[in-house]
């Protein structure tokens, strides 16, 4: 079972560049790495998602080294709005291990 | 555009009292999954269908079903419902079991 572990919580201030590694030793080979953001009292909501190297999308990046064993988010000048809580979830298209981490709740201070 | 629709937002049950809670998307998305979250925690998958084939996590309890009459709909059937099924719950759809999941607003349940 590909478990994930994320930090609890992290602060950052509005304009500054948040890194959010989540780990994951146990990913198998055809295991996908995906990253959701979830507000009080909304579903997740899809942020990137990848396998290997680097992805970049409109609103942020995805890290993974060659090992796959973790991966970060990186989320470029962050704002208030950006205040919520962030998932990384482990999963193939086998419908296994579809394991969301404990999350990491992201403070963005004025 | 309401893509992946929970009903009802919220709802109240008696302790025992069998509840249904449904979903529908207008996504044509093969896979739709209910996940269970309680206050401060991750979503817990419950099940997922891929199209009609029924996937049950080796942790769910009895007391959960579900049923998915054809590609729109899926209900999450709650037999029995205990003081700790209070929760969020929360449907998601996607097009592969591996893809970018859609989820819906959640509805959550209060067991009195």
């Known amino acids: 079972l590909a478990k994930t572990t994320q930090p609890i919580s992290m602060d950052s201030y509005e304009g500054q560049e948040v890194n959010i590694t989540c780990s994951h030793n146990?990913?198998?080979?055809?295991?996908?790495i995906t990253w959701y953001q979830q507000f009080p009292s909304q579903g997740p909501r899809f942020i990137i998602q990848?396998?290997?190297t680097k992805v970049t999308n409109e609103v942020a990046s995805l890290f993974i080294p060659a090992d796959r064993k973790s991966s970060t988010l990186s989320l470029p000048r962050v704002s208030l709005s950006d205040t919520a809580v962030y998932y990384c979830?482990?999963?193939?298209?086998?419908?296994?291990?579809?394991?969301f981490g404990g999350g990491t709740r992201l403070m963005v201070k004025p | 555009d309401a893509m992946v629709i929970q009903n009802p937002r919220y709802q109240v049950t008696q302790f025992g009292k069998p509840v249904t809670l449904s979903c529908s998307q207008t996504?044509?998305?093969?896979?739709m999954y209910w996940y269970q979250q309680k206050s401060s925690q991750a979503p817990k998958l419950l099940f997922h269908?891929?199209?009609?084939?029924?996937?049950n996590e080796a942790d769910t309890p009895d007391n959960f079903q579900s049923r998915r009459p054809n590609t729109s709909f899926c209900f999450l059937d709650i037999r029995s419902p205990g003081l700790g099924d209070a929760a969020m719950y929360l449907c998601?759809?996607?097009?592969?079991?591996?893809?970018?999941?859609?989820f819906g607003p959640g509805t959550r349940l209060t067991v009195l």
């Open positions: 998601a759809t996607s097009r592969d079991r591996g893809s970018q999941q859609f």
């Open positions: 146990n990913i198998a080979t055809n295991d996908y």
């Open positions: 990848g396998y290997k």
């Open positions: 979830l482990v999963g193939n298209n086998a419908g296994n291990m579809l394991t």
């Open positions: 996504l044509n998305h093969n896979v």
């Open positions: 269908y891929y199209d009609k084939d029924f996937n």
